[in-house]
């Protein structure tokens, strides 16, 4: 029969070791900041150690996420939280906490951010623009990180100056258009997690009609055969008509080659009088017509009046 003593003892030995066995949860496993691409699972892992077994529950930026939410699913007797087919909607500050009655209750955060290979949601458009002109392609892209954007012209990459420059927006700025700036651009948006391309758009630089060679004054004896030249350049190449003292001429030829962007006109007429012969060059752009004159003076051997040249 045991004695009072005895008794005394083996309460004193049991009960500091039943007690032993109960421990306040601890996170052995904290939660970190976790990076997704876009439709692709998330996992949140909070191990606990806990005596007896903790109740473990989560939050999504301090609102509870309850057992029933089918946006997530809790795996390991709460341990594992997986959101699948992430969507933008899921970023934000994830925390567990483990209770199990026995002091504090332990509690572990982190983030979920979304991140998103580059698309372009903004695509530049074909431009028709006039000569020292502004010319502006768009391309407004969506990425985490933010995406960088560099342009291509002729699939070669665009050489940045105080002319042509790359906007905050991503869009390229060309502050002086030349003929030299015409060509295919895209643009080209880079991230770590991929990249994204535009569609190929052109830009036409177009030209108002100008002369480069003017008809030059004659004097020749009467029922000569002359020739005038009058070279011409714009883009659109422009049309070139001969007039004589301000009407269309008949009896003459016109001998026109192309070279380039360039027109050579050749007039082949004969002459028995004074005459005023005018090389009419026009062309039509985005900034409308466009219409330039050079006037040659052809005048007859032994007449009293004088040839005049005039260029407009």
């Not at 020739?227 to 030829?253: D, K, R, V």
């Not at 004088?306 to 407009?312: M, N, S």
Request: glycine share 6%; net charge positive; aromatic share 4%.
């Amino acid at each position: 029969m045991k004695t009072l003593e005895q008794v005394l003892v083996r309460l004193l030995i049991w009960i500091p070791l039943g007690h032993s066995m109960q421990t306040a949860p601890r996170i052995i496993t904290l939660l970190e900041t976790v990076d997704v691409l876009l439709d692709h699972n998330a996992t949140f892992i909070c191990e606990v150690e806990s005596r007896p077994p903790a109740l473990i529950t989560w939050t999504k930026n301090n609102h509870p996420i309850m057992y029933y939410d089918t946006r997530y699913l809790t795996r390991e007797q709460g341990q594992m939280l997986v959101i699948p087919h992430v969507r933008e909607s899921d970023n934000g500050e994830y925390c567990c906490l483990a209770n199990n009655g026995i002091g504090e209750p332990a509690k572990s955060c982190g983030a979920l951010q979304l991140k998103m290979k580059p698309q372009i949601k903004q695509q530049p458009r074909n431009l028709t623009l006039v000569i020292t002109s502004k010319a502006v392609l768009p391309c407004f892209t969506l990425g985490n990180p933010k995406p960088e954007i560099t342009w291509l012209k002729d699939n070669n990459p665009v050489k940045l100056s105080d002319s042509i420059t790359i906007l905050d927006s991503g869009a390229l700025k060309i502050h002086n258009i030349q003929k030299e700036d015409a060509g295919q651009y895209r643009c080209v948006a880079k991230n770590s997690f991929g990249l994204a391309l535009s569609k190929p758009v052109t830009i036409e630089v177009q030209a108002p009609a100008r002369i480069l060679r003017a008809p030059k004054e004659k004097r020749v004896p009467s029922g000569s055969q002359i020739t005038l030249e009058c070279n011409a350049t714009g883009i659109p190449i422009p049309a070139i008509t001969w007039l004589e003292n301000g009407n269309t001429i008949s009896g003459a030829s016109v001998d026109e080659t192309i070279v380039g962007d360039v027109i050579l006109s050749v007039l082949r007429v004969t002459v028995v009088k004074h005459a005023l012969y005018t090389c009419m060059a026009s062309n039509r752009h985005s900034g409308g017509a466009n219409t330039v004159k050079a006037t040659a003076g052809v005048a007859v051997a032994g007449m009293a009046d004088t040839a005049a040249f005039v260029c407009e």
